[in-house]
């Protein structure tokens, strides 16, 4: 390990696997940042995923189209968050408390469609699953490195990185996405206003479905063309991370999903590398430790010079006669 | 002139109170009403009921002469009458103008306009005469500033009246300054306000007509011109006390509890009580009078250790108690029945004889090192229980199944009824307790002060104060006031520092 040059670690591939390792991620920070802005913490991106995933690959193997693939698990997750949905919203459950039986759900019942429908335990992976084809985009990827980095993804990757721009767009600059934050942030001012707070909020799990169905498609129809158990591995988890880093806006979420990724390919490289795999598989989540801890820092700090601003308007004003 | 809004025979009740009775009242365009009342007088009622938050049992409002009927303050707001209440609903994260443009924002195709918006919000306070940064975050703002746009807001739906719920409570002195100054600038462009207060002095300076309510009644409308204080501190507390006095005044006997010059913040971090002293003597009950919201809460949370002094000593016995802990507090006997008895006087979820040991249990024989004595606990919670009266179907009863007045009940019998402390502060102690329950509670009180004891009652209805008291203090502004001893003309002189902060009345 000693004698490993660190140019062989830090390649453009790292980078560009950086991105593909992100996505995912991105798909579910996005996807989280939507029900968080109507106050509710949606802990069930990880079980949303997986579901997603499972349903990409029945998907696909049925339709014989990745694209089919994808409106399977389109219809999974929305159907899922549903599920969440009426029994937050209607049955007046916890939402944490159902967001981590949906998690200990999808295991089990993505398990359990495996063995009914394929007949296999475990790992289903087969020629008539049909993934998503490499993009090359023209121009792009004769630059050197530029089009190394950028160009041969899967489609779903470029497509998280517009769902964050489109993300942005509706929750920051539409009167929708205008309604939907102000019922997470207060939801008197949203009721006197006259907004259907409930509405919204179903909307906001609806979202979150959709955007993991994506995220899920993309780790069982791109790279890998296959499902295995929990193949999400913590994934809706670091989104959770990412949303808490990037305090809901979608971009400084992304950036921190793009972390996670980094910290994902570079697990994987090191492998390589030989260095132990227990401490490998580790790092994404040590970086997770350590971009919390950063970001719990900092939000005290903004924290502490508001109230200390908080405090100097109160003292400009005298209290008393 | 021409009537903006008037209400005709409002009746609203709630279980237990009749909250408004029979209340008419007209209001002229382009004029300031003030409301004033004590606490649960019945102003929020009848503001909540023209706003549409409520609907009354009877009676009929009328606006600009024409009968409506609200099913909801959206109802309101479409006939022109918007509120402003004492907590703001805004966004903290959206700029002022965002959060006075919420729901009904100019809009470019599927997108939020923003220039127009800005430029719309600021010709609306332009055209009003409000100062306001409209780009700044709300959260960064003063309170000023936000009241400010939560006013803006009801005027860039187009109200033509508004309701503002103790505006100024939330104010700096400056600010209220600045509020009344646009206040009249609104009257000046037709709009026409409704102002409800308990401040009288504030209430003199701003308004054209004052109405008073007690107990759920219009005691009647005045000129401003036409009235002064004395005048209105006596409508709105009345002169015949309700309910007899049940204490007759005894000589009080040596000091035991002496607090100095102590100074608290509330949880804003905005000075709550400044600088009071107070000293409390063995077989005497002293009254804390004052409306809510003055400093009585943090100074009873100070007492018993329940929140930081910025300054100031506390002593029992000559002992300071100050830099003591609550449950060191307690042991050098102070007794505390708080005012929220649901949320600080039990665990709602807990057994009757769990709500009785938590100030014992860790102490033979209730414990005997390492676990619970039940027998002893039972024992001890069983005659408690007998001897004040707690109706309920055994010591495992939840107690949260209780009515008000038992759970005041329980707390009566796990405070006092050791006999161990010599201070007993009780914070609102009958407040939402019927009839039989609260005279009970009384009861317990006095007698416990004819055993040697120093007591000290705060509650906000006047009557329970002049029931119970030998010496009565009120609470304005963060300070301490002493209103002296019983007498024919305590009520008058409570009255006046309750309102003004001053035991005069020029007139």
């Known amino acids: 390990m000693g004698n490993v040059d660190l140019s062989s670690i830090l390649t453009l591939s790292l980078f560009a696997a950086a991105l593909r390792m992100a996505t995912p991620i991105i798909f579910a920070t996005m996807g989280g940042i939507f029900s968080s802005h109507t106050g509710i913490f949606n802990v069930a991106l990880e079980g949303f995923m997986l579901i997603g995933s499972f349903f990409a690959v029945l998907g696909s193997v049925r339709t014989g189209s990745p694209y089919g693939g994808l409106l399977y698990a389109v219809i999974a997750c929305l159907v899922a968050a549903l599920v969440f949905a009426i029994l937050h919203l209607e049955l007046k459950a916890n939402p944490i408390i159902v967001g981590l039986a949906m998690n200990i759900v999808a295991i089990g019942l993505t398990n359990y469609l495996l063995t009914a429908t394929f007949n296999v335990w475990g790992v289903y992976k087969t020629d008539l699953i049909i993934g998503f084809q490499e993009v090359q985009i023209p121009l792009i990827h004769q630059i050197p490195i530029i089009g190394e980095l950028l160009s041969g993804h899967f489609p779903l990757v470029y497509f998280s990185f517009v769902s964050v721009y489109i993300v942005y767009l509706v929750l920051y600059k539409t009167p929708f996405g205008f309604h939907l934050r102000s019922v997470g942030e207060n939801i008197d001012a949203a009721e006197s206003i006259g907004v259907n707070t409930k509405r919204m909020k179903y909307y906001g799990l609806l979202v979150s479905g959709l955007l993991c169905a994506f995220g899920g498609t993309f780790l069982s129809l791109s790279y890998l063309t296959m499902f295995s158990e929990d193949m999400t591995a913590g994934r809706g988890w670091l989104a959770m991370a990412a949303i808490n880093f990037g305090r809901m806006r979608p971009v400084p979420s992304m950036i921190a999903g793009l972390i996670f990724g980094f910290a994902d390919a570079l697990a994987v490289r090191l492998q390589q590398f030989g260095l132990p795999s227990q401490i490998v598989v580790m790092l994404p989540y040590l970086m997770t430790v350590i971009v919390l801890f950063i970001s719990a820092v900092v939000a005290e700090r903004r924290k502490k010079s508001l109230v200390a601003k908080q405090n100097k308007i109160d003292i400009a004003t005298p209290l008393q006669p | 002139m021409t009537e903006a809004l008037s209400v005709k025979n409002i009746t609203k009740a709630f279980p237990g109170v009749l909250a408004n009775d029979n209340i008419s009242l007209s209001v002229e365009k382009g004029t300031i009403r003030a409301i004033v009342g004590e606490n649960g007088a019945g102003k929020t009622t009848l503001m909540n009921v023209i706003y549409g938050l409520y609907q009354p049992d009877s009676g009929q409002i009328f606006i600009n002469g024409e009968e409506v009927t609200f099913s909801s303050p959206r109802d309101a707001i479409a006939q022109g009458i918007g509120m402003v209440h004492q907590h703001f609903k805004l966004v903290p994260s959206y700029t002022l103008a965002q959060n006075i443009a919420l729901g009904v924002e100019p809009r470019k195709g599927i997108f939020i306009d923003e220039p127009a918006l800005n430029k719309s919000v600021k010709a609306i306070a332009d055209k009003y005469g409000f100062q306001i940064n409209e780009r700044e975050v709300t959260v960064d703002v003063s309170v000023g500033e936000q009241q400010r746009a939560e006013i803006l807001k009801a005027l860039y739906r187009g109200v033509e009246i508004l309701v503002l719920d103790e505006p100024t409570a939330v104010l700096t002195d400056i600010e209220t300054k600045e509020?009344?100054?646009?206040?009249?600038?609104?009257?000046?462009?037709?709009?026409?306000?409704?102002?409800?207060?308990?401040?009288?002095?504030?209430?003199?300076?701003?308004?054209?007509?004052?109405?008073?309510?007690?107990a759920g009644k219009l005691v009647g409308t005045v000129k401003c011109e036409e009235t002064d204080e004395c005048q209105l501190a006596e409508m709105m507390v009345g002169r015949e006390t309700i309910g007899g006095r049940m204490r007759e005044t005894k000589q009080k006997g040596?000091?035991?509890?002496?607090?100095?010059?102590?100074?608290?913040?509330?949880?804003?971090?905005?000075?709550?009580?400044?600088?009071?002293?107070?000293?409390?003597?063995?077989?005497?009950?002293?009254?804390?009078?004052?409306?809510?919201?003055?400093?009585?809460?943090?100074?009873?949370?100070?007492?018993?250790?329940?929140?930081?002094?910025?300054?100031?000593?506390?002593?029992?016995?000559?002992?300071?108690?100050?830099?003591?802990?609550?449950?060191?507090?307690?042991?050098?006997?102070?007794?505390?029945?708080?005012?929220?008895?649901?949320?600080?006087?039990?665990?709602?979820?807990?057994?009757?004889?769990?709500?009785?040991?938590?100030?014992?249990?860790?102490?033979?024989?209730?414990?005997?090192?390492?676990?619970?004595?039940?027998?002893?606990?039972?024992?001890?919670?069983?005659?408690?229980?007998?001897?004040?009266?707690?109706?309920?179907?055994?010591?495992?009863?939840?107690?949260?199944?209780?009515?008000?007045?038992?759970?005041?009940?329980?707390?009566?019998?796990?405070?006092?009824?050791?006999?161990?402390?010599?201070?007993?502060?009780?914070?609102?102690?009958?407040?939402?307790?019927?009839?039989?329950?609260t005279e009970a509670i009384r009861q317990m009180l006095i007698d416990y002060a004819n055993r040697g004891a120093a007591v000290f009652v705060i509650s906000a209805d006047l009557d329970e104060i002049l029931s119970l008291s030998d010496r009565v203090v009120v609470f304005y502004e963060g300070n301490v006031l002493d209103a002296g001893y019983y007498d024919e003309t305590i009520r008058q002189r409570i009255s006046w520092l309750m309102t003004s902060g001053k035991d005069y009345c020029v007139d």
């Open chain 2, 254 to 437: 040596e000091l035991i509890m002496e607090i100095e010059g102590l100074s608290v913040l509330d949880n804003r971090d905005l000075t709550a009580v400044k600088d009071a002293s107070l000293n409390l003597y063995s077989g005497e009950i002293v009254g804390g009078a004052g409306v809510d919201g003055n400093g009585q809460e943090e100074f009873v949370e100070a007492l018993l250790g329940l929140r930081p002094l910025t300054s100031g000593k506390i002593r029992i016995d000559g002992k300071e108690i100050q830099e003591l802990s609550t449950r060191e507090i307690r042991e050098a006997g102070v007794a505390y029945i708080p005012s929220d008895r649901y949320r600080s006087g039990v665990a709602v979820e807990g057994t009757i004889w769990e709500n009785m040991v938590p100030g014992e249990y860790y102490v033979k024989p209730y414990s005997n090192g390492l676990a619970l004595a039940m027998p002893e606990i039972m024992m001890m919670s069983g005659t408690l229980i007998q001897k004040f009266n707690v109706a309920t179907p055994g010591l495992d009863a939840k107690t949260g199944n209780l009515s008000g007045g038992n759970i005041q009940r329980v707390i009566a019998a796990r405070e006092l009824g050791l006999e161990k402390a010599k201070v007993v502060i009780a914070s609102q102690p009958t407040r939402g307790i019927d009839i039989a329950g």
């Open chain 2, 179 to 214: 509020l009344f100054v646009m206040l009249r600038n609104l009257v000046e462009q037709g709009i026409t306000i409704l102002f409800i207060s308990h401040k009288l002095r504030e209430v003199l300076e701003i308004s054209d007509d004052i109405s008073v309510m007690r």
